[in-house]
């Protein structure tokens, strides 16, 4: 009888112990409107949920956990839940994201006809494109195989060096994600019945399928072989993600 007994009990303590809590919230902005379609990420359980129109979130958590939320022209913002959060809701705030606007130079003064004027200071369209294009080339990131040496080419010899600790990865997964998302470009996951909100929870819960990326994430760079690998998950993976409905 005392055996049973102190079975009941200890499998209550268990239960209580490793019991599931649940982690509700709003993310509003800076005008303090609903942010609606916001992912929220448990850094440790790697759990994902979107916010509903109302900017509403609930995720599996508890105290001490690191929750992250970002949506495309906002700040990515991290929030470690507290005991106040386990027992009421998190309030969290997110910051549009900085958008640089490009210098006006006036090189010549303003004659006063309108049709001049306006010619003078707002360039041809092909030239707004052309420049934005340039743009986007330079900030890519070169292939290795460009600096690689060639055959009978003298390389200066590699010796044991010296170690300065662990080196940090130049991305982490939401980098990732972000440029998968536009090296694929919309056009590819609205073929795949992916509505546009629900790329980037799709993309990771691709990536949290088991897809390697240690060396994507150390150097930054993904090589037309890292995406071929990546789409070749998604086809695989397509058919056995359902996406989330939101709260109502």
Known sequence: MKFKLLFILSLISFVQ???????????????????????VINMRTNEQALTN???????????GDILRFFK????????????ENVESPMNVKLLRAAELI??????KGLSGDLKIDSKMMNPPKKVEKLKADINNYLKQRSDPRILAARPGEFVQPKGQGFSIGKVKNKWDDLDLANYLAYALGDQYFNDLKIEKPFIHH??????????????????????????????RAILMKID???APQTQK
């Open 72 to 83: 495309n022209g906002f700040e990515r913002t991290d929030r470690k839940v507290s005991k």
């Open 202 to 231: 799709f993309i990771n819960y691709v990536l949290a399928s088991g897809f390697e990326r240690a060396k994507i994430l150390k150097y930054g760079f993904v090589s037309d072989a890292d995406l071929m690998r990546f789409q």
């Open 53 to 63: 129109r109302d900017g509403h979130f609930m995720v599996s958590g508890r105290e």
């Open 17 to 39: 112990i490793n019991a599931q809590n649940y982690i509700f919230g709003k993310i509003s902005s800076e005008d303090l409107s609903e942010v609606p379609n916001v992912t």
């Open 102 to 107: 490009a210098e006006v130079e006036i090189k």
């Open 240 to 242: 056995s993600y359902r």
